[in-house]
């Protein structure tokens, strides 16, 4: 290189300048993607849903006293359930809840199907991953809960209600 050269011609300049603009170009890039990015793990009113968990517990332990369990069978669209214990309501709702992606949570009204105990739904599309699995009914006026964290497979039956309540101290 000849080091008269005007400063176009000069190597250096142009990997300096490439960096800054790269910089620029990232920084704009992240600023675009937190304005337009959605704030889904957020909860705004944080306090409330804090003092909330009784209430959800609640919901658990009316669960645990009617010695609920349930098996949960998803089988691409089709869910069938197999409700065991004392209590025997007229519908179910069965939420599955992504743990990050608010989006792709599901939900689905369960009717009976003439078998006691027995459930069935369609949900509105195909579920797999880790899920939180939720099934809601009634008991009299009261709602009852059976909560847990599973992994879906196609045709694999999920257990709900074998595992203890999550939080709760357990005497040694």
Known sequence: ???????YRQRWPWIILAMMAGSLGGTLLMVALSVL??????NDHY????LGINRNLDREHLAQALKLGAE????????????TGQS??????????SPTLPDQDLQVQLAPTGLPGRYQGQLPRSASGRRL??????????TWRLFEEHDLLQGQPIELGQRPLAGELRAP
């Not at 306090?47 to 804090?50: D, F, K, R, S």
């Open 1 to 7: 290189m000849n080091p008269h050269a005007p400063w």
């Open 37 to 42: 990015g959605g704030d889904g793990l957020v």
């Open 47 to 50: 306090y409330e849903a804090g």
């Open 72 to 83: 949960v069978r998803i089988d691409g669209r089709d869910v069938q359930v197999t409700l």
């Open 88 to 97: 025997l309501p007229p519908a179910l709702q069965l939420n599955l809840l």
């Open 133 to 142: 699995v939720e099934l809601l009914g009634e008991h009299g006026p009261r």
